[in-house]
């Protein structure tokens, strides 16, 4: 059974910092390509980051560039997203993703597994 677990989420002041973490376990974790979504209420989930667990290719929507970074412990089959600087837009449920059918990493459809979502609220 495919399990994504998310932590990491909390309440922080603007300017200040958060790590995500998000666990995976019960399927194929190489050659995969993982990635951060977000959700605040009444918007779209939106791609934040990707990363490929297979090479180092990264991807960040615009907004969090220079402020966010992805990374991975493959040893751990953990992906973890820090993010700096954050700013109260930065507010939503931020869910990991995995499991990659192909086409473009920003797109919610192309991820087979979901964790359950970690919240993250900044305030200003």
């Known amino acids: 059974q495919v399990q994504l677990v998310e932590s990491g989420g909390g309440s922080v002041q603007a300017g200040e910092s958060l790590r995500l973490s998000c666990a995976a376990s019960?399927?194929?974790?190489?050659?995969?390509?993982m990635g951060w979504f977000r959700q605040a209420p009444g918007k779209e989930r939106e791609g934040v980051a990707s990363i490929s667990t297979f090479d180092f290719s990264t991807y960040y929507t615009d907004s969090v560039k220079g402020r966010f970074t992805i990374s991975r412990d493959n040893s751990k089959k953990t992906v973890y997203l820090q993010m700096n600087s954050l700013k109260p837009e930065d507010t939503a449920m931020y869910y990991c993703a995995a499991g990659w059918l192909g086409g473009r990493w920003s797109r919610s459809d192309v991820y087979n597994y979901w964790g359950q979502g970690t919240q993250v609220t900044v305030s200003s």
């Open positions: 019960g399927y194929t974790y190489n050659n995969d390509r």
